[in-house]
């Protein structure tokens, strides 16, 4: 069995950290890191819960997050490797984690960490979802400089619905962008 998480020297220096917390103030950290995991670019705690945290838990600010990065790289590479619980368990416990903590890693694994990679996944493949279409067509029959003129113009709106909520609609010109954008994306991906 190859091993997802090498014992490096920030490693020791966590697990020391992570064996001298409480186990069940362990418990609710890792439960509420492994809720927030999937998403990117925000914080599990804020800067007054992380204060809140350090009396709790009688860390320094250094300590506190050597303890949040590192369980966090511990459930992301459960995820990478898709390891299964009794794997995990034993894998943290071979880097000194005492064993109610790696205990605590397993469960919470076994319990939420389907749910994390369908949420890491919709996140990954799909971060953009089409939430409506809709379209318009006009035809101009004539104009004052053309008698028989005949000239269509289409509207087609799409809204894209992101992590961020936001609404884009495309006229033709954005169509025609949008396109050659995906055709471009899709071609360099390959």
Known sequence: MTS???ETQSIKEAVTFINAIDVNKFSRLISRIIQKLH???????SEEEEEKLQAALSLDKNA????????????EQAVYH???????????EMVHLAPEKAEVFSQTWATTGPELVEKLKRNLFAPKKLEYVGWQLN?????SSHARLKSP??????????????H????????????SK?????????
């Open 4 to 6: 997802i998480i090498k």
């Open 39 to 45: 998403l990117k670019g925000e914080r599990t705690f």
């Open 64 to 75: 506190l997050n050597l303890v949040l990065e590192t369980s966090a790289f511990i459930l």
């Open 82 to 92: 898709s390891v299964k619980p009794a794997s995990l368990q034993q894998q943290l």
């Open 139 to 143: 035809l101009q029959m004539a104009q």
């Open 153 to 166: 113009s289409a509207v087609l709106q799409l809204g894209l619905q992101g992590e961020e909520s936001e």
């Open 168 to 179: 884009q609609c495309c006229n033709e010109g954005g169509m025609k962008a949008l396109c």
């Open 182 to 190: 995906a055709h471009n994306n899709t071609h360099s991906a390959h």
